[in-house]
């Protein structure tokens, strides 16, 4: 276990510093810079000398060829400097990180929650009914929702349940009036504020969850120990409980390592659409600003992420299934 871990550590640095250096470069070569792209800059009220814009590129270190750039940030990243915005008034990059993660892990964390709380009964009972007409129905209706893409959904959502009805606010955290909310109610406000984005985060994954648990469940209950089981008076329940659903774990805990980048990862168009102050917007933002060291930062991130994913599913192959060893 011990070689395996020193291995898959080995790889996953390599793997991070090429990630790092293809993204630098593509970053670098992008047109504009963090100085061009910023309003303040280009405001035509503020006249500002081609020397003194290379000063401020000289001070920032962006002045120099991309792969001089691409060293000082990842000596400084070795030490966990991650620089500073400069479009943010030089505002620490993990300030920012630290700043917009609670807001994604709200959406992320309740949606995969409720994502794998409905889809395995869902994907159990769509096995134990299958062929019924309830199941094909209930089937028909996840497989359109999968299909249904999220950013569509969420127009329909904020037509429905703010113009139409005027239950849930449009977009954004929190209210004008939250600082003068009590404590139930900041938290009440937040909760209707993230009920539209927490669904269009939710539907697809529960669509997509139930339907791969029903069909690893519908392969597995073929199986001659399953027909041995009931052979025994072994419980229908109990056969897709204790039997057949800990055998669908594997392919399961591979979905499971696979999520932890989404965790912080955040989803771009959803969260421009609701105005919601996450990583996806943050990561979005920075590439418009040409904010290297946030990209960095984020990539790297999410990077990590990635790769601690894929190590953890692996790891859990042997809780699940005793077979497995990495000796």
């Not at 060829?65 to 070795?78: I, Q």
């Not at 400097?81 to 807001?103: Q, Y």
């Not at 134990?128 to 007409?133: E, N, R, V, W, Y």
């Not at 009805?165 to 937040?190: E, F, H, R, V």
Request: some cysteine; charged content about 15%.
């Amino acid at each position: 276990m011990l070689n395996y871990l020193i291995r898959r550590i080995g790889i996953a640095l390599l793997t991070l510093w090429l990630v790092t250096f293809v993204v630098y470069g593509l970053i670098r070569f992008m047109p504009g810079t963090p100085l061009t792209t910023d309003p303040a800059m280009m405001d035509p009220n503020r006249q500002i000398s081609p020397a003194e814009i290379a000063r401020l590129e000289k001070l920032y270190g962006i002045d120099k060829p991309w792969h001089v750039g691409y060293w000082k940030w990842f000596g400084n990243a070795v030490q966990l400097d991650f620089g500073s915005s400069i479009p943010r008034n030089n505002k620490p990059v993990l300030s920012l990180i630290a700043e917009r993660a609670p807001a994604t892990l709200l959406l992320s964390v309740t949606s995969l929650l409720l994502t794998y709380v409905l889809s395995i009964p869902l994907g159990l009972w769509a096995t134990a009914k299958s062929g019924t007409l309830a199941e094909r129905t209930v089937s028909t209706v996840l497989y359109g929702l999968y299909s249904l893409p999220s950013f569509v959904a969420a127009l329909y959502l904020q037509l429905l349940f703010y113009v139409k009805l005027g239950w849930l606010p449009l977009y954004g955290l929190t209210s004008d009036n939250y600082s003068q909310l009590s404590t139930a109610g900041k938290a009440w406000d937040i909760m209707l504020h993230a009920a539209m984005p927490i669904a269009c985060f939710t539907y697809a994954s529960l669509a997509y969850y139930s339907r791969f648990i029903r069909a690893n469940m519908q392969e597995v209950i073929r199986q001659d120990y399953i027909r041995t089981a009931r052979s025994k008076g072994v419980g229908r329940t109990a056969v897709l409980w204790k039997h057949a659903f800990r055998n669908t774990l594997i392919p399961l805990v591979t979905l499971l390592g696979l999520t932890l980048p989404s965790l912080l990862s955040g989803a771009v168009i959803l969260e421009q659409i609701f105005v919601w102050p996450g990583m996806g917007r943050l990561y979005f933002e920075s590439i418009q600003q040409r904010d290297y060291d946030t990209i960095m930062g984020l990539t790297l991130m999410f990077s990590v992420l990635t790769l601690a994913g894929q190590l953890l599913a692996d790891l859990l192959y042997a809780v699940v299934d005793p077979r497995v060893t990495y000796s």
